[in-house]
């Protein structure tokens, strides 16, 4: 999987060389033109500089366990409760972790598995915390199947910013509960539908760290 050693995910290179490489031309205006080219300059190397941070790409440390469930998203937990997952039409518990541009977008395994199913729906981009976006964004998901045979639904759903889904896991993949296996850029939503009868270990509105917050425990 990419981005298992860098600092800052590969695909943020592109904006932050962009950015800085506009910066710096304007700032060589600036310094021989007109002073005037040093305030696009200085907006520019602040595009930069959040582009270091929005693509930062830290180290975590994950729990152990065979049936732990560790949240794939940074962010804060915006729905729990049982519902029919949309692709398998098996009914599950939902958990939906909302991404803000602040932050990590780097996206984890919530368990060790194998990639058994992979889909992906060419969509709208409501605001992720409209339910419409459930149905009508787009998507990329994953059905996992843990080592007892326990399947269960992950979804990346593109936001009202977000334009762009990278996962980089394909069927047949075998996954290690939080290694990196995607992310989407500037804002969105994990979707995490989990077999019924797993204890749900997290309450709404809390806040979740990829690769180490316990999202619940398998049955």
Known sequence: MRN????????GYPFIAGFAAVAAL?????????????????LFLLLALFSVFFFR????????????????????VIFLGKV???HTGAEMEKI????????????RAPITSKVVDSFYNKGKFYDVRDERATFENEQQGLVLESA?????VVVQVAGLIARRIICYA??????T??????????????????PLGTRIDVVMNQKTVAGETVLGILP
């Open 96 to 107: 939906s972790i909302f991404m803000s541009v602040f932050s990590v977008h780097i996206n």
């Open 84 to 86: 029919t997952e949309p």
């Open 4 to 11: 298992t050693n860098t600092p800052v995910a590969v695909e």
């Open 170 to 175: 394909k069927v047949g993949d075998q996954l």
């Open 177 to 194: 509960r939080g290694r990196r296996y995607g992310l989407i850029r500037f804002g969105s939503r994990l979707d995490v539908y989990l």
């Open 148 to 152: 007892s045979g326990l399947r269960m």
């Open 57 to 76: 790409n830290p180290e975590r440390t994950t729990p152990a366990g065979e049936n732990v469930v560790v949240a794939p998203a940074d962010g804060e």
């Open 26 to 42: 304007l700032a060589l205006l600036g310094q021989f033109l007109h002073f005037g080219f040093f305030i696009p300059a200085a």
